[in-house]
T-cell receptor
Framework: NAGVTQTPKFQVLKTGQSMTLQCAQD?????MSWYRQDPGMGLRLIHY???????DQGEVPNGYNVSRSTTEDFPLRLLSAAPSQTSVYFC??????????FGPGTRLTVL | QQQVKQSPQSLIVQKGGISIINCAYE??????FPWYQQFPGKGPALLIA?????SEKKEGRFTISFNKSAKQFSLHIMDSQPGDSATYFC????????????FGTGTRLLVSP
């Protein structure tokens, strides 16, 4: 059981570039989420999904897109990267039992 | 508007001492209150959680105290060890389906040897 996996671990982008952060889970969890972590601000919810084909916005969705075509995968797309998107991104999954399991994170720098 | 306020921002405790981190919430619909532990370069991991039907929950050296009327909850780490040095986040969420988990801003704990 790998749990929640994220790729890449590190990424450097130039302003305006696009990229996709990958997230996968092998626990057959219904719910998946993306958070960003910034110093002094805790973790903030970007987007989440309650099942395949169903997504919704979190607290800070602007500049990010998501889709959920399978139960296992929940990629996060940055369409046109901005320096304000420099952050550490965490994917999480959970069942209805509340506990969210987090991946190891992707550290993104936008120049 | 921050719905979960956490303090202190950082904490230094001597080995063997008690570490105490406090959180306060505003939304009375919250009914699940987890604490997450995060080591540098890692994702947060669930440490302990409580529901408001009890005032205290203990797991090993970690205890959550919950005060529903004051809308406050706290994490106590007894006999703190250098290996407990990490960032701790409190969080809260509602009670049905997928309710968004709202995090505090985190407390960086350093336990000195």
């Amino acid at each position: 059981n790998a749990g929640v996996t994220q790729t890449p671990k590190f990424q450097v982008l130039k302003t305006g570039q696009s990229m996709t952060l990958q997230c996968a889970q092998d626990m057959n969890h219904e719910y998946m989420s993306w958070y960003r972590q910034d110093p002094g601000m805790g973790l903030r919810l970007i987007h989440y999904s309650v099942g395949a084909g169903i997504t919704d916005q979190g607290e800070v969705p602007n500049g990010y897109n998501v889709s959920r075509s399978t139960t296992e995968d929940f990629p996060l797309r940055l369409l046109s990267a901005a320096p304000s998107q420099t952050s550490v991104y965490f994917c999480a999954s959970s069942s209805a039992a509340d506990t969210q399991y987090f991946g190891p994170g992707t550290r993104l720098t936008v120049l | 508007q921050q719905q979960v306020k956490q303090s202190p921002q950082s904490l230094i405790v001597q080995k063997g001492g008690i570490s105490i981190i406090n959180c306060a919430y505003e939304n009375t619909a919250f009914d699940y209150f987890p604490w997450y532990q995060q080591f540098p370069g890692k994702g947060p991991a669930l440490l302990i959680a409580i529901r408001p039907d009890v005032s205290e929950k203990k797991e090993g050296r970690f205890t959550i105290s919950f005060n529903k009327s004051a809308k406050q909850f706290s994490l106590h780490i007894m006999d703190s060890q250098p290996g407990d040095s990490a960032t701790y986040f409190c969080a809260a969420k509602g009670n049905t389906g997928f309710q968004k988990l709202v995090f505090g801003t985190g407390t960086r704990l350093l336990v000195s040897p």
